[in-house]
């Protein structure tokens, strides 16, 4: 049989046999997207790492919108970031150590910490080597195909003992730069024809301006200053963010640090998880064409209905930077990265289409209430992700590592949790169920089969 014809046998039999009526999830209690009734999420781990509030539980049942707050060790974000900036440092090595160890380093111990990241920084011949091999268009597909080969350079890879853990985080919190950096270089030189720069990270340059500085030799102090904010901004978000729940459910199972991490970059990559901040500039770019007038709210309001409808765009039915599990009234991140973005915008003359952008929230937000209606008993907002790809492309960064800056300040948070999920006491391999709903059959001799499959 041609290929193309069992693929295409294959795909129709599972119209049926792989579709679950919606009703079931109601008649069995199942939690979809391990998610209640009112949209919070199941509880299913206990953490010291992160929060993130967005609502606060009624008594009565039901929740409470409250503006969002993220909180790294115990102390707010917002505080760290304003801390830090005001203090006029940079802060992104300051966050993963914080986040590492639970408590903010004093001058030495920074010095220290920040001083190992940079030696760490350089690749084995290898790794470098390997990269260059690596054909692709997708960094996060080459990152996650590097990680998975750190393991076979790695003399210790499958000791998850606490000492050897922290010293493999340290490795891949020093190394994802390098390897973006490397990648993005190697992808144009293949891809454009342009010339190959391979930069050996320089000293004493904090990570921001190293990562700048292997992906495009100049950058201004503005550039990596706004990277190493929004570096700080993306590290960490509790247990139950999709990529870093990967790296818990893989953990628990006590497989190596490379097979997890490489887990959870598939998982950010996803256009519902980081991947967010590509789709949102490819939504933005299509609404800049799309839309004639941007200061018109019956001009907007009548496209983002059709996208709702899932009439126009991608036909998926989102808009992109829009909604969160957890934040209702705010996500903190959306606005610091807001302000950045006027601030940049005035600054590189770009106010128009920072102006749109702004009323593209305020508008979004209104037509997903008014599309929803009751059906949906939730406020949402922007997230994270509606701000920071014009904030990156305004520092000049290419799309194609939006989504690998991410998981470059993520990897803090999901080596955090690692190493918290494989040091208590009472460890259990995270295995909950699933409920068949599918009818039992009985085997039929091969001769006995007829065409009807299902
Ligand atoms: C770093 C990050 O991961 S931040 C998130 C980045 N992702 C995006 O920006 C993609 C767009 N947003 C979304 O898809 C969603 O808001 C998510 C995935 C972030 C959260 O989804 P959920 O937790 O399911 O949100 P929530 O429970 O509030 O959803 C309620 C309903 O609104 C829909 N909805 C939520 N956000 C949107 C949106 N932006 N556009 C259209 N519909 C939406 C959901 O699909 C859901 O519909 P359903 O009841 O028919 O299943
Ligand atoms: O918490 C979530 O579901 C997604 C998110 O914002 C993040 O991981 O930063």
């Given at each position: ?6 693929i ?10 792989s579709?679950?009526?919606n009703?079931?999830f ?12 009112d949209?919070s999420g ?8 992160g929060?993130?509030v967005?609502y606060?539980?009624l ?30 440092r940079?802060g ?7 986040l590492?160890s639970?408590?903010?380093p ?18 084995t011949q ?8 690596l054909?692709g ?26 000492n050897?853990?922290?010293?493999q985080?340290v490795d ?5 730069p ?9 992808m ?5 024809g342009?010339?190959?720069h391979?930069?050996?990270?320089k ?11 292997m992906?495009?030799?100049g ?5 990596a200053r706004?990277l190493?904010?929004?570096?700080m901004?993306h ?6 963010n999709?990529?870093t729940f990967t ?17 959870a ?13 590509l ?10 064409e ?11 309001d009548d ?19 829009i ?14 990265l ?7 915008a ?6 128009e ?19 929803k209606?009751n059906k949906?008993?939730?406020?949402v907002?922007?997230?994270v ?8 492309e305004?520092?000049?960064?290419p799309s194609?590592v939006f989504?690998?800056?991410?998981a470059?300040s993520r ?8 190493i ?6 009472s460890?259990?391999i995270?295995?909950?169920?699933y409920r068949?709903?599918?009818p039992e ?6 001769e ?7």
């Amino acid at each position: 049989m041609e290929k193309e014809c069992i693929i295409s046998r294959l795909s129709e039999s599972i119209k049926t046999t792989s579709r679950i009526d919606n009703e079931l999830f109601t008649e069995y209690n199942v939690k979809r997207g391990l998610r209640n009734e009112d949209h919070s999420g199941v509880l299913v781990g206990l953490t010291k790492i992160g929060n993130v509030v967005g609502y606060e539980k009624l008594p009565e049942g039901g929740l409470k919108a409250i503006p969002g707050r993220l909180i790294y060790r115990g102390i707010d974000v917002e505080d760290l970031v304003r801390g830090i900036l005001a203090e006029k440092r940079f802060g992104f090595e300051e966050t993963a150590f914080l986040l590492l160890s639970g408590y903010l380093p004093d001058k030495e111990e920074l010095a220290a910490f920040s001083n190992m990241v940079h030696q760490c920084m350089p690749l084995t011949q290898k790794t470098k080597m390997n990269i260059l091999d690596l054909e692709g268009q997708n960094i996060m597909n080459i990152l996650a195909r590097s990680v998975l080969e750190m393991y076979t350079f790695d003399e210790n890879p499958d000791d998850t003992s606490r000492n050897n853990l922290m010293r493999q985080s340290v490795d891949l919190i020093s190394k994802f730069p390098t390897i973006i950096a490397y990648a993005y270089n190697i992808m144009r030189h293949s891809n454009q024809g342009r010339s190959l720069h391979i930069r050996f990270p320089k000293e004493n340059l904090s990570v921001a301006e190293n990562f700048l500085y292997m992906l495009k030799g100049g950058y201004t102090a503005l550039d990596a200053r706004t990277l190493d904010l929004a570096l700080m901004l993306h590290a960490e978000h509790g247990g139950g963010n999709n990529s870093t729940f990967t790296v818990r459910v893989t953990s628990s199972s006590g497989t190596d640090t490379y097979s997890s991490i490489a887990a959870a970059i598939g998982s950010l990559k996803g256009p519902l998880h980081g991947g967010a901040n590509l789709a949102v500039v490819s939504m933005f770019n299509h609404l800049k064409e799309n839309i004639r007038n941007w200061k018109s709210v019956s001009e907007i309001d009548d496209y983002l209905q059709k996208m709702l409808r899932k009439e126009v765009y991608d036909k998926c039915g989102l808009i992109y930077g829009i909604g969160h599990a957890v934040y209702t009234i705010s996500d903190p991140r959306a606005l610091l990265l807001k302000e950045m973005a006027r601030d940049l915008a005035r600054e590189k003359g770009r106010e128009e289409e920072f102006a749109f952008l702004e009323l593209l929230e305020e508008r979004a937000v209104e037509n997903f209430m008014n599309f929803k209606g009751n059906k949906v008993n939730k406020r949402v907002c922007a997230n994270v992700d509606f701000y920071s790809g014009f904030v990156y492309e305004m520092i000049g960064l290419p799309s194609e590592v939006f989504t690998p800056l991410f998981a470059m300040s993520r990897i803090t948070g999901w080596a955090a949790h690692r190493i918290e999920e494989l040091n208590f006491d009472s460890k259990r391999i995270i295995r909950p169920a699933y409920r068949n709903v599918g009818p039992e059959k009985k085997f039929i001799p091969m001769e006995k089969r007829g065409q009807a499959k299902v």
